[in-house]
């Protein structure tokens, strides 16, 4: 659990504080397009080598979307619900990542491509609804704070990702993302408020992408890691008022 | 912008995350802690119906039993490989029944059955056999004894300590968590069967066949007329006879009650039969007793009204696991005072996963199998998270000994529970506790799981897969 001792929602955490995190949100969005472009990119090789029936290229080419998809998702929910419930729906066989996972490494066959094309138009409007969406301090604190429950739930059937044995990567690509929105974003602003706090979260970060850094899932502490991602969650929760922003929601 | 944002060790950390996040360390195939194939029973809209002896004629349950009932619960408990696969006594006995669904390959011959000297959980039990025996229903386990299939064990701490020590590797059980866990399953009654009065003679308006098989039931064999059913399945007794015997199967075997028995399928130690008729068969074919084909009949026929119930499972409610819940945090009201950190410590955990649990009945946005409601499930979900997160500042305080900070944590907490409690009614519509949103979104994994399925890989044959 981080001490937050120090930082409270105070009167001068306000509107202005808000404002200059909105702007922070903003210069956030390059690294978040770059990840979508890096998804993107990998999606068009995967739908191209699963025409070519080349199933090894197509899915060395989905774990490498996966990358992208997973390192952007403090925004996916939070602000493009629809978009993120075609390109990552569960459980649906039809249509999203998770229903070409089942193909190229359950089947393992390439049995995927109108899939594979829907995701590429979907990841394809999802890229240009964000270059035309106004990210919001706000919006990127709840992403991170889901982000980081969502890290501890149950991996025991294999996480989010089972056909593929990706989960692991994909924790790890979570962490980094939940990284970099604090870093962009709030630890400006909470260096200043609190430095001890801003060097406490950095190393429940480092904590917590240590304990993923595991060879395979089966040997990553499950209970430990739950526990880290609650704390997390309660830190990114406490850090809203903290920083004039509200308590960030946790629904998805 | 600032072209730099990141301290060098964040720096690394995002680097080693852009690496790792595309390796194909991990690639091709399914990396969850238990074998491809496992079921451990999920789909299960109803659920086993729980009576507690303490709660007749308007008692509740103790501390001790509530205690036990976390424990129960808690994967902890079992330690080692079942912590890290989230399975704890309850997976398998569920409500302290059984689980009829579950198959866990390399351990189950058929659903139903587990093998407790497998290689998983305990290597060095690992006897090199598959040799799964059918998971008992734990009902009426006071009136039981001895314990095990083979009856190997006259008390029912010893039982359950080997089971935590011996088949899982688990820690040692504390005394304490040891009595708990026997009082939680000495509490659990059989479920309610109005057709069986004193002395477990059959009631009511009995059927010809069951009048007959009644009479069957109680006459002496006729190769041995010291032997019947009823002298080994004695009714007066709960339908057994606290002994050994062996009837042909491969060895001694204690006598399994017959009450709730029309849920405990499969039959036998090892589960070889899955009906009644397959049982009756046996024992006519082991003690040549002649029945004709009207006789097994008449025989099944009262056996199914012995192994009835009036109610054996209902459907699965939200009311069912906030009753459930509010019991486990109850036993923090004696836990914190105590300044027991590690009776907290399972306390807590156990709370945490329930409500996890809880929280996936309301599925989430990007569930696609599920239309409408999207703005209540993200309230409930919220509200449910909100929980959790309170737990854990609960847990982080007990473990630091701030316990007056955790007894002002638990007040907060059951606020935060009884106020989701409208938001999670309101989403109930499309939550799985609705039958047929919970149908839904099962044919929606089952149907990706087919497409994930490659006959090159398959698994082997079930027994019980036709």
């Known amino acids: 659990m981080l001490c937050f001792c120090g930082i409270t929602a105070t009167a001068s955490a306000g509107p202005l504080a808000a404002s200059s995190l909105d702007s922070a949100a903003a210069a956030f969005k390059p690294y978040l397009l770059e990840q979508i472009a890096r998804c993107l990119s990998a999606t068009k090789i995967m739908r191209e080598r699963i025409g070519a029936q080349d199933l090894a290229g197509a899915q060395r ?142 190393k429940d970060l480092e904590q917590m992408h240590a304990l993923v850094s595991v060879p395979t899932l089966q040997e990553l502490d499950q209970a430990r890691l739950r526990m880290l991602s609650e704390d997390l969650a309660n830190d990114l929760a406490m850090l809203g008022p903290a920083v004039g922003l509200e308590k960030p929601g946790l629904g998805n | 912008m600032n072209r730099n944002p990141f301290g060098a060790a964040l720096a690394a950390l995002l680097a080693s995350a852009a690496l790792t996040g595309t390796s194909l360390a991990e690639f091709g195939g399914n990396a969850g802690l238990l074998p491809a194939g496992s079921e451990l029973g999920d789909e299960a809209y109803d659920r086993p119906l729980e009576v507690f002896r303490s709660e007749h004629g308007g008692g509740r349950k103790s501390y001790l039993v509530n205690l036990g009932d976390v424990a129960f619960s808690s ?79 006259l008390s029912l701490a010893d039982f359950v300590r080997n089971v935590i020590v011996n088949e899982f590797a688990g820690p040692e059980p504390s005394q304490e968590m040891l009595s708990a866990i026997v009082a939680y399953i000495e509490d659990v009654d059989f479920a309610p069967n109005r057709r069986i009065g004193p002395g477990g003679k059959l009631m009511g308006q009995l059927t010809d066949a069951e009048r007959r098989g009644a009479a069957l039931f109680h006459k002496p064999f006729p190769h041995d007329p010291g032997l019947s059913c009823a002298g080994c399945h004695v009714p007066s007794g709960a339908f057994v006879d606290h002994r050994q015997h062996d009837v042909g199967s491969g060895g001694l075997f204690k006598t399994p009650t017959l ?67 509010s019991d486990f945090m109850s036993v923090l009201d004696t836990a914190l005072p105590d300044h027991s950190v590690s009776i907290a410590a399972v306390t807590l955990d156990t709370v945490d996963r329930e409500v996890r649990e809880l929280t996936e009945q309301f599925p989430e946005q990007k569930n696609s199998a599920v239309t409408g409601g999207s703005q209540e499930r993200v ?48 989403a109930e519509s499309w939550s799985l506790f609705n039958r047929q949103i919970h149908d839904a979104h099962f044919a929606a994994v089952r149907r990706l799981n087919q497409n994930a399925f490659d006959p090159a890989s398959a698994p082997r044959q079930r027994y019980d897969a036709d």
């Open chain 1, 61 to 202: 080419a989905w774990l490498d979307a996966r990358g992208g998809w997973e390192g952007s998702e403090v925004i996916t929910n939070e602000f493009f619900a629809d978009l993120d419930r075609k390109i990552d729906a569960w459980p649906d066989a039809e249509k999203g990542f998770h229903a070409i996972e089942a193909r190229l490494f359950g089947a393992h066959d390439v049995k995927a491509l109108a899939a594979a094309e829907e995701l590429l138009n979907n990841l394809e409007d999802f890229a240009t609804q964000l270059r035309a969406t106004k990210l919001t301090a706000q919006g990127l604190l709840n992403g991170s704070t889901k982000l980081a429950y969502e890290i501890g739930e149950n991996k025991a059937e294999g996480g989010e990702s089972p056909f593929s044995g990706n989960s692991l990567a994909e924790l790890r690509d979570n962490i980094a993302s939940i990284a970099a929105a604090y870093n962009y974003v709030f630890a400006p602003t909470v260096r200043k408020k609190n430095a001890a706090f801003a060097k406490t979260f950095i």
């Open chain 2, 379 to 426: 309230r409930a979900r919220g509200a449910l998270k909100e929980l959790v997160l309170s737990l854990r500042e609960i847990e982080s305080a007990t473990r630091n000994g701030r316990f007056v900070e955790a007894t002002a944590g638990l007040v907060r907490s059951r606020a935060i529970l009884a106020a989701a409690r409208p938001l999670l009614e309101a």
């Open chain 2, 259 to 325: 009450l709730d028995a029309n849920f405990n399928a499969p039959y036998f130690h090892d589960g070889r039969y899955t009906t009644y008729a397959q049982v009756v068969s046996h024992f006519d074919r082991i003690f040549y007793l002649g029945l004709s084909a009207l006789d097994r009949q008449d025989l099944v026929a009262y056996l199914q009204a012995i192994g009835d119930a009036d109610q054996a499972l209902v459907p699965d409610t939200i009311e069912a696991h906030i009753l459930e819940i």
């Open chain 2, 75 to 153: 994967p902890l408990t079992l330690g080692g490989a079942a912590r890290q696969a989230g399975i704890s006594c309850n997976t398998c006995h569920i409500n302290a029944t059984t689980n009829p669904r579950l198959y866990i390959p390399g351990l189950s011959s058929r659903s139903g059955t587990f093998d407790t000297t497998g290689h998983l959980f305990n290597p060095k039990a690992d006897n090199g056999v598959l040799d799964p025996l059918t998971i008992p229903s734990l009902r009426g386990a006071h009136l039981l004894a001895p314990y095990g299939h083979d009856g190997r064990t």
